[in-house]
């Protein structure tokens, strides 16, 4: 069983930062692709960026500059540090990651965190 569980999530003034974590537990024996996306009300979800297990990260055009995603193995865990938040961007972020839950488990699972609320607010 494999679990991730998000944090960091809130209310922030234009302008402001917050950073997300989120961290993966259980039976875990590698993972590939961690990656963050985000649903606003009323609108389909979109992906936010991604990194590989390599670091490289790949970004939506209209975040580059704004958003970073980085990882650590040893923790499993993918964060998303957001800059000069916009109202734009308030929405419900899940991470979401490619996981492999043993040796023989070639191409991995997908799951997904259960969801962490960001309002960007005056």
């Known amino acids: 069983q494999v679990q991730l569980v998000e944090s960091g999530g809130g209310l922030v003034q234009p302008g402001g930062s917050l950073r997300l974590s989120c961290a993966a537990s259980?039976?875990?024996?590698?993972?590939?692709?961690m990656g963050w996306y985000r649903q606003a009300p009323g609108k389909q979800r979109e992906l936010v960026g991604l990194?590989?297990?390599?670091?490289?990260?790949n970004y939506a055009d209209s975040l580059k500059g704004r958003f970073t995603i980085s990882r650590d193995n040893y923790k499993n865990t993918v964060y998303l540090q957001m800059n000069n938040l916009k109202p734009e961007d308030t929405a419900v972020y899940y991470c979401?990651?490619?996981?492999?839950?043993?040796?023989?488990?070639?191409?991995?699972?997908?799951?997904w965190g259960q969801g962490t609320q960001v309002t960007v607010s005056s």
């Open positions: 990194i590989t297990n390599s670091g490289i990260t």
């Open positions: 259980g039976s875990i024996f590698s993972i590939y692709n």
């Open positions: 979401n990651e490619r996981i492999r839950i043993g040796s023989t488990d070639k191409f991995g699972g997908d799951y």
